[in-house]
């Protein structure tokens, strides 16, 4: 069992160490190395008691001694980091919280951020490096695309389907059988009652699309 690295050093990235640390302390899951970011300044401060140990060139040189975690809350950043990191040859770990609740009939992807009083329901399927926020919730069949986000206290309701890199707001809900497109934006506390293409930006309760994204 490798240990984990985390990538990025911010508030997100620290809320992703504490729940590592936490599985780790009460369920003997991975621990934690230490942090990566690639501003040189950061090279050798302390995040929570670990180092932040370098950037890139570090993960490069010591890829086979860890499995990664790219934390970094913007959907977008977070896939073209992990790509990168990918192509050299990473391997993902995910921070899954003690206190989330998971479905015995449900799947999660690599590299994904489960925090503390998600619950996950019957198949459900959660792609590649998801972070599901703080008391969020999916119902059963749901399907969510890679690098989405849902924020704290979101819900998606039965049978619905997120593409890639959709954010869900915090406390917006989805309900029942709707899909959400790629690399759509659903505002804090949106209710979505229709289909939304993807890459614009919904807000409101009925959820309409806001010019331009
Ligand atoms: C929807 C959102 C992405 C829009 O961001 P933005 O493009 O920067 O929007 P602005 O703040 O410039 O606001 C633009 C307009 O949309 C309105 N608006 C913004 N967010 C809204 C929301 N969630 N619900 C309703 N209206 C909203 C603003 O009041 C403003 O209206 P106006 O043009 O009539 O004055 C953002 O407001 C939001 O809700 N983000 C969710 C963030 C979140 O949950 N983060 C959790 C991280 S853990």
């Avoid at 040189?61 to 809350?73: K, N, Q």
């Avoid at 915090?170 to 029942?176: F, Q, R, Y």
Wanted: net charge neutral.
């Amino acid at each position: 069992m490798k240990p984990i690295v985390i990538y990025g050093s911010g508030g997100h990235a620290r809320e992703v160490a504490e729940i590592v640390m936490h599985a780790h302390q009460e369920q003997g899951r991975p621990s934690l190395l230490g942090f990566l970011d690639d501003r040189p300044e950061r090279k050798g401060e302390r995040v929570l008691g670990y180092e932040v140990l370098g950037g890139f060139s570090w993960l490069e040189e010591h890829l086979r001694e860890f499995d990664l975690i790219v934390a970094i809350g913007d959907n977008s950043v977070r896939q073209r980091i992990a790509d990168r990191a990918l192509e050299l040859g990473a391997t993902f770990g995910s921070a899954v919280s003690p206190l989330a609740h998971f479905s015995s009939a449900c799947q999660i992807g690599p590299g994904a951020m489960i925090f503390p009083r998600v619950t996950v329901s019957t198949n459900v399927v959660v792609g590649a490096h998801v972070i599901l926020g703080v008391h969020s919730s999916i119902s059963h069949d749901c399907r969510v695309g890679d690098f989405s986000f849902l924020c704290p206290g979101a819900r998606l309701t039965g049978n619905v389907t997120l593409g890639p890199r959709v954010m869900i707001g915090t406390n917006a809900c989805v309900i029942p059988g709707k899909a959400v497109g790629r690399g759509t934006i659903v505002g804090a506390g949106a209710v979505v009652v229709d289909d939304l293409q993807g890459d614009v930006v919904a807000v409101g309760v009925p959820a309409r699309v806001k010019a331009g994204k």
